[in-house]
Nanobody
């Protein structure tokens, strides 16, 4: 099993930047895909970004393209989410997820079988 721990959330103003981290431990050799999701109160969990652990290929939700960047450090078993030009609508709990599969359904939470506890990001106007 893989354990995931997020960090880096906080309270920022609109237009600011923030970088989230997700450290993986355990049976990390089974990780093929890692992703970030977010969920605001009363809303469904929403896909944000995904990265292929081996190739580094990435995909993003339309709402964050050009503003957010997902990247990884293989030596540290850590993925990051760099968030620029933050908006109030970006406010949510951000969670990282790891899975053993890849394909066209990377944006679906059901693809992932390991999840972190989440870190709160609040963007004020």
């Amino acid at each position: 099993q893989v354990q995931l721990v997020e960090s880096g959330g906080g309270l920022v103003q609109a237009g600011d930047s923030l970088t989230l981290s997700c450290a993986a431990s355990g049976r990390t050799f089974n990780i093929y895909t890692m992703a970030w999701f977010r969920q605001a109160p009363g809303k469904d969990r929403e896909f944000v970004a995904v990265i292929n652990w081996s190739s580094g290929d990435t995909n993003y939700a339309d709402s964050v393209k050009g503003r957010f960047t997902i990247y990884k450090d293989n030596a540290k078993n850590t993925v990051y989410l760099q968030m620029n030009t933050l908006r109030p609508e970006d406010t949510a709990v951000y969670s990282c997820a790891a899975g053993r599969y890849s394909g066209s359904y990377y944006y679906k939470p059901g693809l992932y079988d390991n999840w972190g506890q989440g870190t709160q990001v609040t963007v004020s106007s």
